[in-house]
């Protein structure tokens, strides 16, 4: 069993920047990967990013440049720096993690960009 609990969405003005913290416990040595994925107003929910067990990164396109993956060494924490936030990063940002069986989900947390 692995819990996420999310933190650190909120309001932000375009142009700003925000930090999502995600902290894994429970059997994190089953977890090969972890990553952030969002559900924005009008879409099905999308990949951001992803982080390998190995310190691999992976970025969607339309963030790469602006959003950064990354984690601790205790690899029980994984960060998600955006920058240069627009209105269409709004949304419910959703930790995850996956393991050989199945796929692990916070609860989400929303992230506001507007003027």
């Known amino acids: 069993q692995v819990q996420l609990v999310e933190s650190g969405g909120g309001f932000v003005q375009p142009g700003g920047s925000l930090r999502l913290s995600c902290a894994a416990s429970?059997?994190?040595?089953?977890?090969?990967?972890m990553g952030w994925y969002r559900q924005t107003p009008g879409k099905q929910r999308e990949l951001v990013a992803l982080i390998f067990r190995y310190g691999t990164t992976n970025h969607a396109d339309s963030v790469k440049g602006r959003f950064t993956i990354s984690r601790n060494n205790a690899k029980d924490t994984v960060y998600l720096q955006m920058n240069s936030l627009t209105p269409e990063d709004t949304g419910v940002y959703y930790c995850?993690?996956?393991?050989?069986?199945?796929?692990?989900w916070g609860q989400g947390t929303q992230v506001t960009v507007s003027s």
């Open positions: 995850n993690a996956k393991s050989s069986t199945r796929d692990y």
């Open positions: 429970g059997s994190i040595f089953s977890i090969s990967a």
